[in-house]
Nanobody, 121 residues
Framework: QVQVVESGGGLVQAGGSLRLSCVVSASRSSINAMGWHRQAPGKQREAVASISRGGITNYVDSVKGRFTISRDNAKNTVYLQMDSLKPEDTAVYYC???????????????WGQGTQVTVSS
């Protein structure tokens, strides 16, 4: 019933930009918060950015001023605009969505399969 598909990853030189997109398909459900996590080789997965349905955003300190998260509720899509990319940003980026079923107050987190972002020096 719920599918999360991200895209937009790739290889870019330091200082370049990428825009990640994530489309969430959730039949008979509502989507609350959406966000992006990343996991670099040998490191723990970390939260990068999140956005509430109302547009309130949060960022990890390391990406503030460089990354921008946004969403289009009509399209059930969340974006991550990444500017001034650094080699340290290299990771698999995962989209997640907090989903509530119709007639339920229970929520579940759903994750995409990830998209690779590689930033070269």
């Amino acid at each position: 019933q719920v599918q999360v598909v991200e895209s937009g990853g790739g290889l870019v030189q330091a200082g370049g930009s990428l825009r990640l997109s994530c489309v969430v398909s959730a039949s008979r459900s509502s989507i609350n918060a959406m966000g992006w996590h990343r996991q670099a080789p040998g490191k723990q997965r970390e939260a990068v950015a999140s956005i509430s349905r109302g547009g309130i955003t949060n960022y990890v300190d390391s990406v503030k001023g460089r990354f921008t998260i946004s969403r289009d509720n009509a399209k059930n899509t969340v974006y991550l605009q990444m500017d001034s990319l650094k080699p340290e940003d290299t990771a698999v980026y995962y989209c997640n969505a907090e989903v509530r079923r119709l007639f339920s107050r229970d929520t579940y987190d759903y994750w995409g399969q990830g998209t690779q972002v590689t930033v070269s020096s």
